[in-house]
């Protein structure tokens, strides 16, 4: 899923509330509406448009009653500084676990086992939460370091630049090397637009091409 679409979808406060009660357990579209207080037919046409995502999937049961769940982990992280705007969207990947066998019965003995197993499993979800802050607390310093940086090379952009073209190419550039027909695309300019002043840039020795990847791209690398 694009992360623009799954943005557009999250903009919606009941499509964010169905969301979260879906994390919870699957649920029944008559459930969904009485919990939200909103209409079935409004909570169908959201789950509609959940479901061509494939965020969201439904099943029958046994009753022939249709309940939706959620079907993909998902994770979308929004960037904003001065200097920046990224959208990114990514797949979380588990880890297949082995089919238990189911017992028979539920005895004494089995129901102390299964209470030591989720003290275990409870433990493993706080150390699990734990290293996930801490990697949260790494990328917020890293973001912080490139917000720095970017400050300092929009200052020395002002300086080499001789005009507002050479400023809006060389900012495009140094979030990444791009090549003429991308670096058009970014700024909405034409090609033609960009030719002079990406000479001039090249001539003062302040960009040049490379090729990265099996492409030529600008760059001041």
């Known amino acids: 899923m694009e992360s623009t679409q799954l943005l557009d979808l999250l903009g919606n406060e009941n499509r964010r509330n169905i969301i979260r009660l879906l994390a ?58 001065p200097y920046s705007y990224t959208v990114e969207t990514c797949t979380v990947l588990q880890q297949p676990q082995p089919e238990k066998p189911k017992s028979p019965h539920r005895g004494p003995t089995n129901n102390t086992k299964s209470v030591e197993t989720l003290k275990k499993l409870n433990t493993e979800l ?10 949260a607390d790494q990328q917020r310093k890293i973001e912080g370091e490139m917000t720095d940086v970017m400050a300092n090379c929009v200052k020395w952009v002002h300086e080499v630049a001789k005009n507002k073209p050479e400023e809006e190419i060389l ?42 990847n099996n492409r030529q791209l600008l760059t001041l690398i």
């Open 126 to 135: 706080f150390e699990l939460e734990s290293r996930r802050r801490q990697l």
């Open 24 to 81: 919870t357990r699957p649920y029944y579209v008559s459930e969904i509406a009485e919990r939200l207080g909103v209409g079935p037919k409004a909570i169908l046409g959201h789950l509609e448009q959940l479901e061509q995502t494939g965020l969201v999937r439904a099943n029958t049961n046994e009753q022939r009653r249709k309940y939706y769940h959620i079907t993909e982990n998902l994770k979308l992280e929004v960037f904003v500084s």
């Open 171 to 212: 900012m495009a550039v140094l979030k990444k090397p791009q090549d003429m027909r991308s670096l058009s695309m970014s700024m909405g300019k034409p090609e033609y637009f960009m030719e002079e002043p990406i000479r001039s840039l090249r001539e003062r020795g302040i960009m040049n091409e490379r090729q990265i």
